[in-house]
């Protein structure tokens, strides 16, 4: 089997990875790039981590709930193909950010999930695996396999383009789509950064709220810059 043009870990609960995961399928669908959709778990990714201590109230909720979600993606690869993660993906994480803010509960996925199977055609039984903690192995082999490819301090989502020699980064990390013109020069300018091997870390603090539904702020909009929620594109997200 060869391999993709682009290797692409998420975690469904994280804004960001689900902001960059659009943009990258439009870029997909432009250049016809064949896109492998795989796992990094910010849950197992944080499981040394006092939550209590060092994350807002909800962060543990959330990702715990990604942990659910991936253990259901897991199983879905397994038995249906990586097809179905490249369905199964935007089915979850649509519903936890293009919803109205506080629709989504991490703590009640039965619906969510059973919604997220039908509209990616899988059988409703692969539900029973939001608990398969047999899976966590797995899961944590993978979000292992991309910290390799960049360093520890990082979170989701980390892509790998043209692997395995290819250049792997973590993120880009944006706050809202662009256009079907900027898609591709956005793309061109990141890899081609990433590629320069003495390239390490471009970043900046300020910024605008995730242009999604979730927080408020509906496609389209812009948002007022702020330190918002400040590290938390790491693994504190």
């Excluded at 996925?109 to 608990?131: C, K, N, R, S, Y």
């Excluded at 899961?139 to 292992?144: F, G, M, P, R, V």
Aim: charged share 25%; net charge negative.
């Amino acid at each position: 089997m060869s391999d993709p043009d682009v290797r692409f870990w998420f975690d469904p609960v994280c804004p960001f990875a689900w902001m960059t995961s659009r943009w990258v399928r439009l870029v997909q669908s432009q250049r016809d790039y064949d896109v492998e959709w795989r796992f990094i778990s910010l849950r197992l990714l944080n499981a040394h981590v006092d939550y209590d201590a060092h994350f807002p109230p909800e962060y543990e909720a959330g990702h715990t709930a990604g942990l659910r979600m991936l253990r259901l993606c897991a199983q879905a690869r397994d038995d249906h193909g990586p097809d179905a993660v490249a369905r199964l993906y935007p089915a979850l994480s649509t519903r936890v950010f293009d919803v109205a803010p506080d629709a989504y509960d991490p703590t009640d996925l039965d619906g969510l999930v059973a919604a997220a199977l039908e509209e990616a055609g899988l059988p409703a039984g692969l539900a029973v695996h939001l608990d398969d903690t047999d899976r966590d192995a797995q899961l944590q082999a993978e979000t292992d396999e991309a910290l390799a490819l960049t360093g520890k301090d990082v979170g989701t989502p980390i892509l790998h383009v043209a692997p395995p020699e290819g250049a792997a980064f973590f993120g880009p990390v944006i706050s809202r789509m662009p256009s079907e013109e900027e898609a591709g020069e956005l793309w061109d300018h990141v890899v081609g950064l990433a590629r320069f091997p003495g390239f390490a870390e471009l970043k900046r603090s300020l910024r605008e709220k995730p242009q999604l539904r979730s927080f408020g702020v509906e496609p389209g909009d812009v948002g007022g810059q702020e330190d918002w929620h400040a590290g938390s594109r790491r693994q504190k997200r």
